[in-house]
C-alpha cells in the first residue's frame, strides 16, 4: 500500500498535523477527526486529489452492485470510464491552469480513519518523495477518467442515493450548495463534504 498527501505547495519538507478549517459533523466517536492531523489518501483513491486544492467536485464511479439503470443514468455514454469527475465551470480554467504536488507518505506513521481511502497522522511526517503533477486533465485522461463540466454541481445532489459510489471534495466552495454538513449520504456510508 502507497499513501499521498497533496498540495498546492511545492516544498514541503515536514507535515505538521493540524485542525482542519471547516469543522464537519461527525457520527459519535469519530469527533477526534476534526482534530490536528496530518491528512493522507491511498493509492486507489488519490484519483479525488488531482485538482486544485479549494476545487469543489464529485467523483463516481460504478461498484460491483451498481445497476443498470443508475449506471445509464449518472454515467451514460461513459459507461466504460474507471469514474466521472465533475467540476463547475466557473473552475475549469483553475483545473486546466492547476497543478498538484503529490507527496509520498510513509505507511507506518499513519491509521485509517474509517472514510473511504483516508488516512491520518497525529505526529510529524517527512514525506519521502514529491512528484508535481501538472497537466490535471491529461492525468485524468490518463487513468480513463472522464471530465464533466457543468453550470452546477447541485443537480448531483442525488447521486448519494444511486448504486454508484460518490465522494464530494470541497463542496462548500460549489455554488448553490449549502453549508458544510449537509447530509448526503445513503444509510451506512460516510458523509463527505
Not at 449518472?74 to 486546466?96: K, V
Not at 464530494?168 to 445513503?186: M, V, Y
Request: hydrophobic share 40%.
Amino acid at each position: 500500500m502507497r499513501l499521498f498527501h497533496f498540495s498546492d505547495s511545492p516544498d514541503i519538507s515536514l507535515f505538521k498535523p493540524r485542525p482542519i478549517r471547516i469543522h464537519v459533523e461527525r457520527p459519535a466517536g469519530l469527533e477526534w477527526l476534526n482534530g490536528s492531523l496530518v491528512w493522507a489518501t491511498d493509492e486507489a483513491h488519490e484519483l479525488l486529489y488531482l485538482f486544485p486544492r479549494e476545487c469543489p467536485r464529485i467523483v463516481s464511479w460504478s461498484l460491483p452492485d451498481t445497476n443498470l439503470s443508475d449506471l445509464e443514468r449518472w454515467m451514460g455514454s461513459h459507461s466504460h470510464a474507471t469514474a466521472i469527475a465533475c467540476i463547475e465551470h466557473a473552475w475549469l480554467s483553475r483545473f486546466q491552469s492547476g497543478k498538484v504536488y503529490r507527496y509520498e507518505m510513509p505507511v507506518q506513521d499513519f491509521e485509517p480513519t474509517g472514510e473511504v481511502g483516508m488516512w491520518v497522522s497525529r505526529k510529524n511526517v517527512v514525506p519521502t518523495d514529491v512528484r508535481v503533477i501538472s497537466s490535471l486533465d491529461a492525468e485524468l485522461a490518463l487513468r480513463n477518467i472522464t471530465l464533466r463540466v457543468m453550470d452546477r454541481l447541485t443537480p448531483l445532489k442525488s447521486i448519494w442515493q444511486s448504486s454508484l459510489h460518490a465522494s464530494g471534495i470541497r463542496l462548500r466552495n460549489a455554488q448553490d450548495w449549502g453549508k458544510p454538513g449537509w447530509t448526503h449520504s445513503k444509510p451506512g456510508r460516510p458523509v463527505i463534504v
